[in-house]
């Protein structure tokens, strides 16, 4: 593996730095400057902690140079903003007709590709319906899957609450896709690490994005489950060319919302087991 290390060494400070937080120890000191150790190169998992705790700036890694990286902690959001998000976080069930922007989608998902995964596997697939011809004949090929389960009385006691799901429907009512105007589904493989958190870590990184720049989410389990009741019909997670073998969870709906909330909730009652070992 070549991991195109390079260290400036009119910048480099010999702080060790990078040495000491490569999680593989990959990195070792020669001279005074960080070298990589042929014999370890190959548990590289290309985490870029060495470039991300270089103080200076003098350590590039797998030709990504260290200028085009945001500057902390400078850039960071204070406390009172993140709390503010988090608690102001609200399910969004009324959507504007308006899509949001291609550029916009694309840079919110740039940005969560950042998001943690198991041994830095980043094997998530993200699955966008952003366009609105697509979201409705998503919407038309769901509803009308059910409508002929409920018909033909296929529908188990359990799931019977999706004829309420059908009747809304006849009535021009859409509760599950709730008339937003686009879909996220994260699937990963089950041969990495952790498919499943991996899975809803992205989609809560997105979440989190997207209630900062005004864009409403609505975690969704009514869709896969939806998509499983239709599968003796039709396989809809290979209409949106999901892999048969993927680990499969929520359904993100998203778009402008039609309410503004202007205060946060107080649920603050959080359930804390508090060990204390001798």
């Given at each position: 593996?070549d ?9 480099c400070?010999q702080?060790s730095?990078?040495?000491e937080?490569c999680?593989?120890?990959?990195l070792e000191?020669e001279?005074?400057f960080?070298?990589?150790?042929p014999k370890r190169v190959?548990?590289?998992i290309q985490?870029q902690h060495?470039?991300?705790v270089?103080p ?9 140079r260290?200028?085009?990286?945001l500057p902390l ?8 903003q993140v709390?503010?998000?988090i608690?102001g ?13 291609a550029?916009?989608?694309n840079?919110?998902l740039?940005i969560v ?11 998530c697939?993200?699955?966008?319906v952003?366009?609105k011809?697509s979201m409705d004949v998503l919407?038309?090929e ?6 002929k389960?409920v018909?033909e009385?296929?529908?188990s006691?359990e799931?019977g609450?999706?004829?309420?799901m ?11 896709f709730r008339?937003a105007p686009?879909?996220?589904?994260v ?14 870590i992205?989609?809560?990184y997105?979440?989190l ?6 864009i409403?989410?609505l975690?969704?389990?009514m869709i896969?489950?939806a998509?499983?009741?239709l599968?003796?019909d039709v ?5 949106l060319g ?10 993100l709906?998203?778009g402008?919302?039609?309410v503004?909330y ?6 603050d009652?959080a359930q804390?087991n508090?060990v204390q070992?001798a």
């Amino acid at each position: 593996m070549d991991l195109q290390l390079t260290i400036d060494q009119d910048l480099c400070v010999q702080c060790s730095a990078c040495v000491e937080d490569c999680p593989f120890h990959i990195l070792e000191l020669e001279d005074g400057f960080p070298i990589a150790n042929p014999k370890r190169v190959h548990h590289c998992i290309q985490c870029q902690h060495c470039l991300a705790v270089c103080p200076t700036g003098a350590l590039s890694i797998c030709g990504i140079r260290p200028e085009k990286s945001l500057p902390l902690p400078e850039t960071l959001p204070n406390g009172h903003q993140v709390e503010a998000l988090i608690r102001g976080r609200r399910s969004v069930r009324f959507y504007k007709p308006d899509s949001v922007p291609a550029e916009t989608i694309n840079e919110m998902l740039s940005i969560v590709a950042n998001a943690p995964t198991g041994k830095n596997n980043r094997g998530c697939l993200f699955t966008l319906v952003d366009e609105k011809t697509s979201m409705d004949v998503l919407r038309e090929e769901t509803m009308e899957g059910l409508r002929k389960v409920v018909q033909e009385k296929r529908l188990s006691k359990e799931l019977g609450y999706y004829r309420h799901m059908v009747s809304a429907w006849q009535q021009g009512k859409d509760i599950i896709f709730r008339n937003a105007p686009h879909l996220l589904m994260v699937t990963a493989p089950p041969t990495i690490a952790t498919p499943e958190a991996d899975a809803i870590i992205a989609m809560s990184y997105f979440d989190l994005l997207a209630g900062a720049m005004g864009i409403g989410t609505l975690w969704n389990g009514m869709i896969p489950t939806a998509f499983s009741i239709l599968q003796d019909d039709v396989d809809m997670y290979a209409r949106l060319g999901i892999p048969e073998d993927h680990v499969k969870g929520y359904g993100l709906l998203f778009g402008y919302p039609t309410v503004q909330y202007h205060r946060t909730v107080q649920r603050d009652q959080a359930q804390i087991n508090r060990v204390q070992l001798a």
